[in-house]
């Protein structure tokens, strides 16, 4: 009966696999240039599967050397960029798409993690890898 009880407890808006993920990047980044393909043929290789989670800011900063030292460096996210060659105005909605985690690395969601932290929010929707 337990397997029961998890299959009707299961949200499948709620889990993603590898693919799934590659075509939400894919999808929700504005320029090619921008998609990290790298992170997605990892991801691919490691066939990881996502749960959609809400988690701690401080927590994600704090355990990602490099989304830290970009917070660290980054006063104004690629959002709030003045140059003219940049012509991507995100809908406010979009600075709520939740980031991707896997195995402990931000590798979608930067700029919104910064937006967020600068306004002291607390918590992020996030893809973590399971």
Do not use: C
């Amino acid at each position: 009966m337990k397997h029961l009880f998890l299959f009707e407890n299961y949200k499948k808006n709620h889990y993603k696999d590898y693919s799934e993920i590659s075509d939400y990047i894919k999808d929700i980044t504005p320029y090619e240039d921008d998609i990290p393909y790298y992170f997605l043929e990892m991801i691919k290789a490691e066939n990881a599967k996502f749960e959609l989670r809400k988690v701690n800011i401080q927590d994600v900063i704090k355990n990602d050397i490099d989304i830290s030292e970009y917070i660290k460096t980054n006063d104004e996210g690629r959002y709030d960029n003045s140059d003219e060659d940049y012509d991507y105005v995100p809908h406010p909605d979009d600075i709520d798409n939740p980031i991707v985690i896997f195995n402990n690395m931000v590798i979608d969601g930067y700029n919104r993690l910064l937006v967020k932290s600068s306004n002291n929010e607390t918590e992020i929707d996030a893809w973590v890898s399971i």
